[in-house]
């Protein structure tokens, strides 16, 4: 089982930023597409952003426009979320994931990370 690993939680002032790492464990994760979602108590788990490792393709969530920015490092098989302007309601566990396709259903992504928790304080 490929497991993600996530990194980069933790507790926010609303306002703030924060930046989430995740890293894939091996180099044939350049061909899958990169997602991150979250799931707040008591709701499904969200689609929040994702980027093809090879090209600049790009899609977010439209709460979060503007304000997160998904990135990747190629050579270090990492992929990034940038969060600012946090707001309270962005509070929830925050998941990396890849599929072969660019998709906002999370059934479409085979492989997870554990999460990793964000907190947002207004």
């Known amino acids: 089982q490929v497991q993600l690993s996530e990194s980069g939680g933790g507790l926010a002032q609303a306002g703030g930023s924060l930046m989430l790492s995740c890293v894939a464990p091996e180099t044939s994760f350049s061909t899958y597409i990169m997602g991150w979602f979250r799931q707040a108590p008591g709701k499904e788990r969200e689609f929040v952003a994702a980027?093809?490792?090879?090209?600049?393709?790009?899609a977010y969530q439209e709460s979060v426009k503007g304000r997160f920015t998904i990135s990747r490092d190629n050579a270090k098989n990492t992929v990034y979320l940038q969060m600012n302007r946090l707001k309270a309601e962005d509070t929830a566990v925050y998941y990396c994931?890849?599929?072969?396709?660019?998709?906002?259903?999370?059934?479409?992504?085979?492989?997870w990370g554990q999460g990793t928790q964000v907190t947002v304080s207004s």
């Open positions: 980027r093809a490792w090879s090209s600049v393709e790009t």
């Open positions: 994931a890849a599929g072969p396709n660019l998709s906002r259903d999370p059934l479409r992504y085979p492989y």
